[in-house]
């Protein structure tokens, strides 16, 4: 709708954009490059920040950029999770029937990671999402898998990815002292800053590739002030302005327009 009036090829803040045309603030590039280490050397790591920072987006980089000839990324999501669906949940990703009982799945998982990095010599990475709302024995089975060949090595790259509690309401505490102790990395991804969100902005409509000097200064400050630097919130907001300037036949977006668009269709409809 919006696209043809600034005369746009693609969606400019769509969920679905492109990771090479992604932009990629600084401090989410140094994630990456962390993300990427840890996964060569099969390590635990965990990932965290607040709604819509970009944990996907990072496990979506992640993604594009390992080689199917060396890796195999598992990825599960599940609030409900327990440990014996973990194991049936990997091993039904690799193409395996999993065994009934608990302890029977696990070591067919560990035979089959074997076989993976003997055999095929490749690296499994488990991407765990919604790690927030797993339950503490479900967490500790994880501990227990890496708990491998007499605590010597790891048998696969383990990578949780939640909400900020993970960390501040679990992780961090005493009584999971025993799986904290494991974790090899800790990657906390923040808002963006006022400067990032104007970039930000800037590098999704030249995706668009079309009109680029749309928002005023003023409107970016205002886009970034009702988002708080949060690039999922950036999206909701830029996306329903241009659909409403696009409504009032204009072509350059104020601060007037941003402040109408938060304050009428947007947390009156349940929120940024």
Request: proline share 3%.
């Amino acid at each position: 709708m919006y696209e043809a009036f600034f005369e746009m090829t693609n969606t400019p803040f769509a969920k679905n954009i492109p990771v090479t045309s992604l932009y990629i603030p600084s401090f989410f590039d140094e994630a990456q490059g962390r993300l990427l280490y840890g996964v060569d050397h099969n390590q635990f790591i965990v990932v965290t920040g607040d709604p819509g920072c970009g944990k996907s987006t990072l496990i979506r980089a992640l993604k594009s950029t390992l080689s199917g000839e060396d890796y195999i990324l598992l990825y599960l999501a599940d609030s409900k999770l327990t440990p014996r669906w973990f194991y049936s949940g990997l091993l039904n990703q690799l193409g395996l029937q999993p065994r009934f009982y608990r302890g029977d799945a696990k070591n067919q998982l560990q035979r089959e990671l074997e076989i993976i990095r003997g055999v095929q010599h490749k690296k499994v990475i488990c991407v765990l999402d919604e790690a927030h709302l797993l339950d503490r024995d479900t967490l500790e089975e994880f501990r227990f898998m890496l708990n491998y060949k007499y605590d010597s090595e790891s048998p696969m790259g383990l990578i949780l990815v939640g909400q900020t509690e993970l960390w501040d309401q679990k992780l961090r505490y005493q009584n999971y002292a025993a799986i904290r102790q494991r974790i090899d990395m800790n990657i906390v991804l923040r808002h963006l800053d006022r400067a990032e969100t104007g970039r930000y902005i800037d590098s999704h409509l030249t995706y668009a590739d079309g009109k680029r000097d749309i928002f005023t200064d003023r409107a970016i400050d205002e886009v970034f002030k009702s988002t708080n630097g949060i690039p999922r919130m950036i999206n909701r907001v830029c996306e329903k302005t241009l659909m409403y300037a696009s409504q009032q036949q204009k072509r350059l977006v104020d601060e007037h327009m941003v402040q109408y668009v938060t304050e009428h269709e947007m947390l009156k409809g349940g929120g940024v």
